[in-house]
């Protein structure tokens, strides 16, 4: 039986849409993302949608309110886990806002990165696969499926319709 961990990872962008806020995963020894770059994001609760919980995660992660969302995608991650758990992730683009955002967080420190420099930071090498479709102009959300196993994708599919 497939039961997913269901998540939303939102890409937050600058006014000037040059730039994006990220999480510098540097807070705790123990996180299974340390020393990588990532969006924003978390597990959803039993009692919320997804737009719901991008909001919270946004609000607690970041400090900010998302006014303007856009889905770009859903991505099925297989064996992504830390235990080999498999994640169904929901993924944003926020481009409006309101509130400043922190500095840190729980997880580690935020800054905003050039959008033309995002392959040169640490990150999870599925990311590379998915970013460009985040952030490009195409208005189809992409659906896509990234087996992982040992920390690393075996494979990478996707469609829009």
């Given at each position: ?47 919320e ?69 995002l ?30 196993a ?12």
């Amino acid at each position: 039986m497939y039961m997913p961990i269901i998540g939303t990872l939102g890409y937050i962008v600058s006014p000037d849409r040059t730039q994006t806020l990220l999480v510098h995963r540097n807070a705790r020894a123990s996180d299974q993302h340390l020393g990588k770059y990532n969006g924003l994001g978390g597990k959803m609760r039993a009692d919320e949608d997804v737009m719901t919980c991008l909001r919270r995660e946004i609000r607690e992660e970041a400090g900010l309110e998302c006014t303007e969302v856009q889905l770009r995608g859903t991505i099925n991650w297989t064996g992504f886990g830390p235990e080999g758990e498999n994640w169904l992730g929901f993924v944003f683009l926020i481009t409006a806002f309101t509130g400043i955002p922190k500095a840190k967080n729980e997880e580690g420190d935020l800054a905003w990165h050039a959008l033309a420099t995002l392959d040169a930071l640490p990150m999870w090498e599925g990311d590379r696969y998915f970013l460009p479709l985040v952030f490009d102009e195409d208005p189809r959300p992409f659906h896509g499926y990234m087996p992982y196993a040992d920390g690393r994708p075996l494979a990478w599919e996707y469609i829009r319709i």
